[in-house]
C-alpha cells in the first residue's frame, strides 16, 4: 500500500510565528493529496484539497491565508500555518489517494502543533 | 448531500467476546464505504472498504464489515476482541461521483482484558 511520510510528527512554536508542514507520497505519484485538522476527541475535519501544479481548493470556513497550501510535486504537498495563535493548536493530518475514484485514503502519521 | 454516523461514542468490550461497531450512512447513489482505524498520537490505517460485490467485508487485523443496504449500515465486527484492539474507529464514506471521503465522529473502543 500507499506510504505517506508527515514531518515534523511534533512541533511547538511561539505565538506569531509560521510552521510548515511536509506530506510526502512516497511510492506513487499524488496529484491530490488532502489536509484534515483533527481536535481532541473530534473527528477529522477537511480542511483543504492539495492539487498539484494548481491552487489548493480549501473548505467552507478555512482561511486559506491562515494555512497556506502549496503542492509543487507529485510527491509533496506543504501546510504552513502562518502567524500562529493557540487556537491553531491542534492535530495536522494529510492524506494522499490513489487516482481511481474508487481508492481509500492513505494517511500520515499527524503532525501535533503546540502554539504557545 | 453524503453523511457518515456512529451513534456510539464508545464500546467497550471483554477480551475474547465478539465487537462491533456501528455505523449508518446517507448518500444519493451507491456508497463506498470505508472503516479507518487511529491509535493515540497517530494517522488513521486503513482497515476495509467497500465498493461492491460481497457484503461481508474483510479487512486487516480480523476484523470484517457487512454492507446493508436496506438499512443503509456498515458494522464493524470482530469474532473476538484484543486488549490492542483498543483504538478509535472512523467510518467514512463516499459517493460514487464525488471526491471527498467524508468521516463519522468516530467511536473509541476500548478491550479490557
Known amino acids: 500500500g500507499a506510504v505517506v511520510s508527515q514531518h515534523p510528527s511534533w512541533v511547538i512554536c511561539k505565538s506569531g510565528t509560521s510552521v510548515k508542514i511536509e506530506c510526502r507520497s512516497l511510492d506513487f505519484q499524488a496529484t491530490t493529496m488532502f489536509w484534515y485538522r483533527q481536535f481532541p476527541k473530534q473527528s477529522l475535519m477537511l480542511m483543504a484539497t492539495?492539487?498539484?501544479?494548481?491552487?489548493?481548493?480549501?473548505e467552507q470556513g478555512v482561511e486559506k491565508d491562515k494555512f497556506l497550501i502549496n503542492h509543487a510535486s507529485l510527491t509533496l504537498s506543504t501546510l504552513t500555518v502562518t502567524s500562529a495563535h493557540p487556537e491553531d493548536s491542534s492535530f495536522y493530518i494529510c492524506s494522499v489517494q490513489r487516482t481511481s475514484l474508487t481508492g481509500e485514503l492513505f494517511f500520515g502519521e499527524g503532525s501535533r502543533l503546540t502554539v504557545l | 448531500a453524503q453523511s457518515v454516523a456512529q451513534p456510539e461514542d464508545q464500546v467497550n468490550v471483554a477480551e475474547g467476546n465478539p465487537l462491533t461497531v456501528k455505523c449508518t450512512y446517507s448518500?444519493?447513489?451507491?456508497?463506498?464505504l470505508f472503516w479507518y482505524v487511529q491509535y493515540p498520537n497517530r494517522g488513521l490505517q486503513f482497515l476495509l472498504k467497500?465498493?461492491?460485490?460481497?457484503?461481508l467485508v474483510k479487512g486487516s487485523y480480523g476484523f470484517e464489515a457487512e454492507f446493508n443496504k436496506s438499512q443503509t449500515s456498515f458494522h464493524l465486527k470482530k469474532p473476538s476482541a484484543l486488549v490492542s484492539d483498543s483504538a478509535l474507529y472512523f467510518c467514512a464514506v463516499r459517493e460514487s461521483s464525488a471526491s471527498k471521503i467524508i468521516f463519522g465522529s468516530g467511536t473509541r473502543l476500548s478491550i479490557r482484558p
Open positions: 467497500y465498493i461492491t460485490g460481497d457484503n
Open positions: 492539495s492539487n498539484e501544479g494548481s491552487k489548493a481548493t480549501y
Open positions: 448518500v444519493s447513489g451507491n456508497p463506498y
